[in-house]
Structures are given as C-alpha cells and as structure tokens.
C-alpha cells in the first residue's frame, strides 16, 4: 500500500506550509489526482486522516480531484483521451487497460502517448489563523 508513503509526503507539506503562515488549523487540503497514478483516493485519505491525528489538519477535509488521462500525438494532437470508447470497452475489466484501448489518437489514428494523468498534485491548502477570522487559501 504505497498510499502511506504518499500520504506522509502530502502530510509534512501541508504541515510546513501551514506553520510556514501561522495556521491554528487546517481546513481542506486539494489534491489534482490523475487518474492513472495508481493511487486509491479513499486509502490516501484515510491515511491522511490518521496521519493528521492531533495536528493542525487533524479535521482537515482531504478533496481530491480526479484529472482525466491526456494524449500528445505526433501529428501535433492534445487533449484527453475518448471518454466514450472507455465506456464502450465492455470487455475490459481494467479502467487502465480500457484507457490504453482508447489511446489511438482521433486525428489520425496512430498510436498517441499519455501525456498526463499520472500527476499527484497538492492544488490548494486552506488554512486558518490567529490573526484572522477569516480562511486563507
């Protein structure tokens, strides 16, 4: 379960970030989790939470956004890959499997290569502090 490993990483961030500007408490943190990252959101959450016991970020809300796979091709395509031809892949049980099924690029049709949707990103940490009433972003 390499979620743990992940989650202390995201953890120490927040951690220093929020020290870093004089934070009482941690409201949300915001993930960008590409869908191809191999990270389960509700594991990394959990350990987050369990991580975050006794801290500043102990009510921390983990909110995760999930970023579709994208395609570069040689013939100068980008964008995300057919979200429609996933759908239509009945026969495969994998939603990996199912994205590279549909990783012919719609322009020309050769084979494009995944350009995104690996990323694990921390967008936003929402903190608050002594000095105001009010979140900080």
Same mark, same amino acid.
Request: proline share 3%.
């Given at each position: 379960?390499?979620?743990? @490993?992940? $989650?202390?990483?995201?953890?120490?961030?927040? +951690?220093?970030? #929020? /020290? #870093?500007?004089? $934070?009482?408490?941690?409201?949300?943190?915001?993930?960008?989790?590409?869908?191809?990252?191999?990270? *389960? !959101?509700?594991?990394?959450?959990?350990?987050? +939470?369990?991580?975050?016991?006794? @801290?500043?970020?102990?009510?921390?809300?983990?909110?995760?956004?999930?970023? !579709? !796979?994208?395609?570069?091709?040689?013939?100068?395509?980008?964008?995300?890959?057919?979200?429609?031809?996933?759908?239509? @892949? *009945?026969?495969?049980? @994998?939603?990996?499997? $199912?994205?590279?099924?549909?990783?012919?690029? !719609?322009?020309?049709? +050769?084979? $494009?290569?995944? #350009?995104?949707?690996?990323?694990?990103?921390? +967008?936003?940490?929402?903190? /608050?502090?002594? *000095?105001? *009433?009010?979140?900080?972003?």
């Amino acid at each position: 379960m390499h979620e743990l @490993s992940i $989650a202390c990483e995201i953890f120490e961030q927040v +951690k220093v970030t #929020a /020290e #870093a500007h004089g $934070a009482t408490e941690v409201k949300h943190v915001t993930l960008q989790m590409g869908r191809l990252s191999h990270t *389960n !959101p509700e594991q990394l959450s959990f350990c987050f +939470k369990t991580l975050a016991e006794g @801290s500043i970020a102990e009510n921390a809300d983990l909110i995760v956004e999930m970023v !579709p !796979p994208t395609l570069e091709c040689e013939c100068g395509y980008t964008g995300t890959i057919d979200q429609e031809r996933i759908r239509e @892949s *009945n026969e495969l049980t @994998s939603e990996l499997l $199912a994205y590279i099924a549909a990783m012919d690029c !719609p322009v020309c049709g +050769k084979q $494009a290569h995944i #350009a995104g949707g690996r990323e694990l990103i921390i +967008k936003s940490i929402e903190i /608050e502090t002594e *000095n105001e *009433n009010e979140s900080q972003r």
